[in-house]
């Protein structure tokens, strides 16, 4: 018999859908529509909509989030940089994660910027 794989479900609509699905609070969406296009759809396409059921919470959220980010920096090859990031307190992880423009690293590093 041959094994069947199952593909998890990836989200398929907006971004507004999808903070309306998951019921984020203000705090959350401020958080979401002010990181960069590519970290919302990241964290769209890999979220699970199955996943839940009654909403997100501002740490689902976060830490979605920063997963996305961290990915998408390519910052997990870089443990003394990530270890960095994640020593600093949740709000100046949020101001980096929304400011931050690796376009504009000359050497496209992340490191201590």
């Known amino acids: 018999s041959r094994s069947r794989e199952r593909k998890r479900k990836q989200w398929q609509g907006t971004p507004e859908e999808f903070r309306e699905h998951f019921k984020f609070d203000d705090r959350s969406v401020t958080f979401f529509v002010s990181v960069p296009e590519n970290i919302q759809k990241g964290v769209m396409s890999s979220y699970d909509p199955a996943k839940s059921q009654v909403g ?58």
């Open 56 to 113: 997100m919470a501002w740490e689902d959220v976060f830490e979605a989030i920063r997963q996305e980010w961290i990915k998408q920096l390519h910052m997990a090859s870089d443990s003394e940089v990530l270890r960095e990031f994640l020593s600093y307190p949740e709000d100046v992880q949020r101001t980096v994660m929304m400011k931050f423009d690796p376009s504009r690293s000359k050497d496209g590093k992340v490191g201590f910027r």
